[in-house]
């Protein structure tokens, strides 16, 4: 069983950076897809960027491509997401999952499991 452990939140101003990690224990992946989504207040969950474990393939919603990267790192068994120009609407409760079939562009959340417990990212105007 999978265990993955989020970091990285915090507050930052409009325009800052902040760069959240997904450590995963108790395995090691292959085939699967690691994804970050976010859940802002009274709002559902929604996909914002995933990574195929292998490295090769990535995707990103629109509202963040061009200032959010989702790299990995084979060795830590972790994976990242670098936030850049970060704005206001940006401020949710972020969590990691693991899609075990590598549908990394996969957006519906149904699909994803092993939730991580989520870190709290908060970006003020």
């Known amino acids: 069983q999978v265990q993955l452990v989020e970091s990285g939140g915090g507050l930052v101003q409009a325009g800052g950076s902040l760069r959240l990690s997904c450590a995963a224990y108790?395995?090691?992946?292959?085939?699967?897809?690691l994804g970050w989504f976010r859940q802002a207040p009274g709002k559902e969950r929604k996909f914002v960027a995933a990574?195929?474990?292998?490295?090769?393939?990535?995707y990103s919603v629109d509202s963040v491509k061009g200032r959010f990267a989702i790299s990995r790192d084979n060795d830590k068994n972790t994976v990242y997401l670098q936030m850049n120009s970060l704005k206001p609407e940006d401020t949710a409760v972020y969590y990691c999952?693991?899609?075990?079939?590598?549908?990394?562009?996969?957006?519906?959340?149904?699909?994803?499991?092993?939730w991580g417990q989520g870190t709290q990212v908060t970006v003020s105007s």
């Open positions: 108790g395995r090691t992946f292959s085939s699967d897809a």
């Open positions: 990574i195929h474990w292998s490295g090769r393939n990535t």
């Open positions: 999952a693991v899609n075990h079939v590598g549908r990394y562009s996969d957006m519906d959340p149904l699909r994803w499991s092993s």
